[in-house]
């Protein structure tokens, strides 16, 4: 096993896998994947030889296993801090936290009504009441980010930072299920279809041959 290991869900369907993937690949490191296919007979048998949680991602690193995606990012942000994975300056650092960490801790209804299908292109669903919240709370904060931020550059707090690993998942789900959004809003979902780890993300998503029905 190399130095660092991610282990991650599909592709496709693993939002949270997707958020410590961005920030380790922020780093530069080197490291190696382990992909666990989810919702089929053996997943809870192959994540228990890695997860105490059974549940993605989970980052090795030698004897170390941190099985939480904000502790995940914590730690590389703590361990390479050349890659700048938090702002410099405190009152943006602390800003890109409340970001991240609501992400972290909400916005429920949506990932029960939206779940994350990177292939998939569907109409946009009639949500209800709660989910319409959920976005309308996320939009506030895109739009309150790139208005403070825009000058520092095109991600949330201008450089990229755990808060974009973070909500990066929104923008598949936004597009998946065709959600109208305000034009900053629209344009940062730009930043990030165009980020190149992104993408190869979603072209290693689109190659990948498992299928949950209801994700």
Request: charged share 25%; glycine share 4%.
């Amino acid at each position: 096993m190399a130095n660092w290991c991610l282990i991650i869900g599909n592709r496709n369907y693993s939002s949270w896998s997707l958020r410590a993937w961005l920030a380790l690949e922020a780093t530069g490191v080197d490291f190696e994947e382990v992909v666990i296919p989810l919702d089929r007979p053996d997943t809870a048998e192959k994540l228990r030889q890695w997860s105490p949680s059974l549940r993605v991602p989970v980052l090795q690193h030698g004897d170390l296993t941190i099985w939480d995606s904000l502790a995940i990012s914590e730690y590389l942000a703590d361990t390479f801090p050349a890659a700048k994975l938090w702002p410099q300056d405190a009152e943006a650092r602390a800003i890109a936290r409340c970001l991240a960490a609501e992400m972290h801790s909400g916005f429920a209804d949506l990932r029960e009504e939206l779940p994350m299908d990177m292939r998939a292109r569907r109409e946009r669903p009639a949500m209800r009441a709660a989910t319409k919240r959920d976005i309308a709370r996320i939009v506030e904060l895109w739009e309150g980010a790139r208005a403070q931020y825009a000058s520092r550059g095109p991600f949330l707090m201008g450089e990229f930072s755990i808060a974009d690993a973070f909500h990066a998942p929104l923008v598949s789900r936004f597009l998946t299920y065709d959600i109208d959004l305000p034009k900053a809003s629209e344009a940062y979902c730009d930043t990030i279809t165009d980020y190149p780890p992104f993408a190869e993300w979603y072209r290693l998503a689109k190659q990948e041959k498992w299928v949950i029905a209801e994700p």
